[in-house]
């Protein structure tokens, strides 16, 4: 994993039992290579992929407009924040915080490995 955010987001996604892909490729309309969210999960109910992208350089100006090519692809591709798109990051000022993780996994109880 390329941060120690994104590592602390797998050991909070396998403490709750959930499984995922790190940058599984994902072929999007409107863009001619795969893109790697940071982690893809499984929403069972649904039966549909959910992306997690953890925003790890926001302070960084063209990491921001690298992302905002990507939100305007994932937009363009029916995938909106707050339905398949999670977003956290962080900045100099506001790094990485366990709590916000914790939340977030808390909404996502349809990700949970389905029991035998």
Do not use: H
């Not at 982690?39 to 921001?64: A, C, H, K, Q």
């Not at 000022?93 to 035998?116: E, G, H």
């Amino acid at each position: 994993m390329r941060s120690r955010a994104e590592v602390a987001i797998a050991d909070a996604l396998n403490d709750s039992n959930i499984p995922y892909r790190y940058e599984k490729p994902l072929n999007l309309r409107g863009f001619s290579k795969a893109i790697r969210p940071d982690f893809t999960l499984i929403d069972f109910v649904r039966r549909i992929e959910i992306f997690w992208e953890y925003l790890g350089m926001m302070d960084n100006p063209s990491y921001t407009s690298n992302f905002q090519m990507k939100f305007n692809l994932y937009i363009a591709n029916d995938i909106f924040p707050g339905d398949r798109l999670i977003l956290s990051g962080e900045t100099n000022s506001t790094p990485y915080n366990r709590y916000i993780t914790d939340k977030i996994i808390s909404r996502l109880p349809m990700c949970v490995l389905p029991t035998a």
